[in-house]
């Protein structure tokens, strides 16, 4: 089935340690590829996005993802994260032919250990 | 700012009655709404687009009858459950795309509405 497949589910990291959280998708053709963010208690927030051109994107709070398209890859990284980091992560796919709905991955626990 | 509220935030109900939740973009113009249910450490599945003036578009499995949705105007849209049972408690998030701007841009989402049904 095409569906949007998040490798980690449960990540936990102390503090300065480096960060790459795997996200893959099944669908061919175009697609637009998003990561969300939600911490404890507050509603989603969009960290980057991808539509076309340079496939290293850079987000918020220092995150960025590579899209690599032989891999059907979006991998989300950050070179050192921070406590304030702790939340769950989703990788989201848009295929271009569709309506604008957003397919979400499982999601990733971030906890970040002081 | 593209801000979007959801209200109520949390509400508890007895099984079979009917909730409604309101889902407003709040400083801009939302051509289509979404309404996602998220289970307790479970992604967001989609349940329906919502199109203003237009019927809802139900994903497989959806029943339409039991989660009625309206969307009358472009920053209301409104996700009914009807006759709720137990196993309808959940979160409930709504997300909005812009007028103007094609929702493959990005959608902005709600804070969610915890639904408790005794």
Wanted: net charge positive; glycine share 8%.
């Amino acid at each position: 089935a095409q569906s949007v497949s998040q490798h980690n589910h449960h990540v936990i990291l102390s503090e300065a340690a480096s960060l790459e959280l795997g996200c893959n998708y099944s669908y061919g053709g175009t697609v637009n590829l998003f990561w969300y963010v939600q911490y404890p208690g507050q509603h989603l927030q969009l960290l980057l996005k991808y539509f076309s051109g340079d496939p290293l994107v850079k987000g918020i709070k220092g995150f960025e993802a590579e899209f690599i398209k032989s891999k059907f890859s979006f991998n989300l990284r950050k070179p050192s994260v921070q406590w304030s980091d702790t939340a769950e992560y989703f990788c989201a796919v848009i295929r271009s032919s569709n309506t604008g709905k957003l397919i979400f991955g499982q999601g990733t626990t971030l906890q970040v250990k002081p | 700012g593209a801000v979007v509220s959801q209200h109520p935030s949390w509400v508890i109900c007895k099984s079979g009655t009917s909730v409604k939740i309101e889902c407003r973009s709040l400083d801009f113009q939302a051509t289509t709404m979404f309404w996602y249910r998220q289970f307790p450490k479970q992604s967001l599945m989609l349940m329906a687009t919502s199109n203003e003036g237009s019927k809802a578009t139900y994903e497989q499995g959806v029943e339409k009858d039991k989660f009625l949705i309206n969307h009358a105007s472009l920053t209301l849209s409104t996700l009914t459950v009807t006759s709720a049972h137990p196993e309808d408690s959940s979160f409930y998030i709504c997300s909005a795309g812009k007028v103007g701007r094609s929702s493959y841009n990005e959608q902005f989402f709600g804070p969610g509405t915890r639904l408790t049904v005794l």
